[in-house]
């Protein structure tokens, strides 16, 4: 018993070492903005067509900058995924079955008409080629390397998002506020040029405060607030009415579009989130019935025991 109060103590002490820890590096960022998640909580799920507007909005923006390496065309089509069919659309022959994501009309197309095509090859005069994707096929990426990614990015490398939002801390909230909280940088600090101000990155500001607000020891002069935040390589990549929706009720502005990348980018971090919470549930009911019986039995059994 002791023992174990004892390791429960000490592994408490060390998450909050970690969590204090990452929070050490010099500037603060901003809290978070909280948005009501359709995916949280354990019974949670994800929002359809949030996933799919939020795949258009992938495709059009982020897609240019940023993979998806880990999806494959056909896990859109997957049970859970955005473009999952139980049964085919009028007009398709018997023969196709569109719950097979490889078959599935919609993500053929997705795949086909995607704004890169895949590198194959070699073919027989040993060159490589390009080609429409296949459902089979990952979703490609806009460099073929890392130097090229670089040296289109101002140095800086535009991470994979496949598993961005399980990446960073409270992954889509950080996510969201990221993409709706640029900012103009404050009159205090100087931001480099291909450097964009951003309130919610975690970054140390007291490294571009201008000279006239930094004391003679290198710290900020007196009175002088250290804003939040940081700043990174990113534009700010949204802006109202840059992606049509084809669903004239949903709204075309920057919150909206946030919303709806973080939730596709949440389900493409854990396409499975909605089969393992419902197996969770599941879970509880059983050992809650369990925990009923064995309890109605102790009773039985012992009921005759002189007191
Ligand atoms: C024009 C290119 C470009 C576009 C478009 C773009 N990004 Fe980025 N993004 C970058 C670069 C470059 C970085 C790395 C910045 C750095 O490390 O300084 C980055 C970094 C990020 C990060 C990591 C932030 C962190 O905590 O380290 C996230 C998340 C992100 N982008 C999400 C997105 C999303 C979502 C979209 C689409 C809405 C998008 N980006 C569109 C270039 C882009």
Request: a negative charge; aromatic letters at 12%.
């Amino acid at each position: 018993m002791m023992r174990s109060t004892r390791l429960i103590g000490l592994s408490l002490l060390a998450a909050v070492a970690a969590a204090t820890g990452a929070h050490a590096a010099g500037g603060k960022a901003k809290e978070l903005k909280h948005n009501h998640w359709h995916f949280s909580g354990p019974f949670g799920t994800f929002d359809k067509d949030a996933v799919q507007r939020g795949f258009q909005v992938y495709e059009a923006v982020c897609a240019n900058c940023h993979g998806v390496e880990l999806l494959s065309f056909r896990n859109l089509g997957q049970k859970g995924g955005p473009f999952y069919l139980d049964k085919c659309p009028a007009g398709i022959p018997d023969s196709v079955d569109c719950s097979n994501p490889n078959e599935n009309p919609v993500v053929k197309a997705i795949a086909a008409n995607y704004k890169f095509q895949v590198t194959d090859g070699p073919d027989e005069f040993g060159e490589m080629f390009q080609r429409p994707a296949l459902p089979s096929d990952r979703i490609p990426g806009p460099y073929p390397n890392e130097q090229i990614a670089r040296l289109a990015n101002n140095n800086a490398l535009p991470p994979d998002l496949s598993l961005i939002t399980k990446a960073r801390h409270h992954g889509p909230d950080y996510l969201y506020s990221l993409l709706t909280g640029y900012e103009e940088p404050p009159s205090t600090v100087e931001v480099a040029p291909g450097q964009y101000y951003n309130p919610y990155y975690p970054g140390d500001m007291s490294q571009n405060l201008k000279p006239e607000y930094v004391a003679e020891d290198g710290s900020p002069a007196e009175g002088v607030e250290v804003p939040y935040g940081g700043v990174f390589a990113m534009a700010p990549p949204l802006f109202d009415g840059a992606i049509d929706y084809i669903d004239e009720d949903t709204p075309e502005t920057v919150e909206q579009y946030a919303a709806d990348v973080t939730e596709f980018l949440m389900w493409a971090a854990e396409p499975k989130m909605e089969a393992r919470k419902s197996l969770g549930v599941v879970s509880m009911i059983y050992l809650f019935i369990l925990a009923g019986l064995l309890y109605w039995s102790y009773r039985k059994i012992w009921s005759d025991a002189p007191h």
